[in-house]
């Protein structure tokens, strides 16, 4: 394979960054420069298709622009493509890309627009400007203390409007989410938020009925002029139930729904949007209805469910911002099966009248784990990835409940 022009530069450490790197090994055979905060820890390491960087500082903004500027002169003069695996990367590229030198692309929306969108006090009104079904939602904040009264009662999900806020606090005993079953519940939940130095809004929702099965993801890319060029629309199976990985999509079958997929493209045509996005939507057996939880402004960390349908989101990317193609629209209708666990336990865990759809498609071959990728077998990493498979195993079967069909 000849030479690659260009050299994906990834910023984080988990598993968005690994299904990115494999994206681009795939499509081009090109190895990924990755810059996370810490060692190199699973699932990057002992992987031949990433060259992984630590740097402690990784989330300062001098020393992500010093990243940047240092990768973009050692290749030169390749292009270097920045792509951040995580909320904070995004801002920071989002906020920092005019500053890039000469030799480096992204796809981001400004600095500002990226704020409005991410600040789920500010989405949810966009939902609202473009028909966009979301939760019934009230916005607390800390100031309120115990004296308010949501328009709707128990259960409660109450969960930050500043996810990077949130995180910044440094306190990982907070949840990604909060599910209060109770008042009492929930008045512990805000307290214990505030009290780790959160300064921000929370979002407090209405619980929407239904088990895991009831979720959906979609993946889109939109090219440098604003224009939609993939979506991808995922059935979460089942997810993760642990504190801190709460919410985590662990299997997902893509599935198509035309009507959703205009009102997204629709709302991200007229905002202009550029990039990346995923958005986080639950069905509502009430009303029949998909509700949009949040946007992210990136691709999501289950984002290989997009390449293992067979549409491979480097691709976009690439022929976007290095190849200059414009690109027709797919709207993903083929079904596959993503998983980030082992089968076995996907079939332990997910109801049975999934169960069929699922060996049909394991049968066909379109059955993928972002993890298990062959061209990346060492035995370090095979050892790995089988430790991985084991504390999944143990940790399904310690917080997540056996389905009652």
């Not at 035995?379 to 079967?397: A, E, S, T």
Request: hydrophobic fraction near 35%; charged fraction near 25%.
């Amino acid at each position: 394979m000849e030479t690659c022009s260009f050299q994906p530069l990834l910023f984080g450490g988990d598993i968005n960054v690994y299904s990115v790197a494999r994206a681009f090994h795939e499509a081009y055979g090109v190895k990924s420069i990755a810059f996370g905060k810490f060692a190199a820890t699973f699932p990057c390491a002992f992987s031949s298709i990433i060259d992984y960087r630590p740097c402690l500082e990784n989330e300062d903004a001098d020393a992500f622009l010093k990243n940047v500027t240092d990768v973009a002169r050692e290749v030169h003069p390749k292009t270097v493509l920045v792509i951040g695996c995580g909320d904070s990367y995004v801002k920071l590229a989002a906020h920092l890309k005019d500053k890039f030198p000469e030799n480096v692309k992204c796809n981001y929306i400004s600095g500002e627009m990226l704020d409005q969108l991410t600040d789920k006090e500010q989405f949810y009104a966009l939902c609202d400007r473009y028909g966009i079904d979301h939760p019934t939602t009230f916005v607390y904040s800390k100031e309120m203390g115990h004296d308010f009264q949501p328009p709707f009662g128990a259960p409660y999900i109450a969960k930050p409007a500043d996810g990077v806020a949130y995180w910044a606090t440094g306190h990982r005993e907070l949840k990604k989410v909060y599910l209060c079953d109770t008042w009492e519940d929930l008045l512990a939940a805000l307290d214990e938020v505030y009290a780790a130095g959160y300064p921000g809004k929370m979002i407090l929702q209405e619980f929407i009925p239904g088990d895991d099965t009831y979720m959906r993801v979609l993946t889109n890319y939109s090219d440098q002029h604003g224009k939609v060029k993939l979506m991808c629309l995922g059935h979460v199976l089942l997810e993760e139930h642990s504190p801190h990985g709460i919410g985590n999509h662990a299997v997902i079958i893509t599935e198509h729904q035309q009507e959703l997929c205009d009102k997204i493209r629709g709302m991200l045509e007229d905002l202009g949007y550029v990039g990346f996005s995923n958005f986080d939507i639950k069905y509502d057996q009430r009303d029949g209805k998909y509700k949009a939880f949040e946007i992210n402004c990136r691709q999501g960390r289950s984002n290989y469910y997009v390449t293992g349908s067979g549409h491979n989101i480097a691709t976009y990317l690439v022929g976007d911002l290095i190849e200059g193609k414009d690109l027709p629209l797919t709207v993903v209708k083929n079904q596959s099966l993503w998983r980030m666990i082992p089968r076995c336990l996907a079939y332990e865990f997910i109801p049975k009248n999934y169960h069929p759809q699922m060996k049909a498609l394991i049968r066909a071959g379109a059955d993928h784990h972002s993890m298990e990728y062959r061209p990346d077998y060492t035995l370090g990493r095979v050892l790995r990835v089988w430790k991985n498979h084991i504390g999944n195993i143990h940790r399904f079967r310690q917080y997540c409940k056996k389905p009652q069909n």
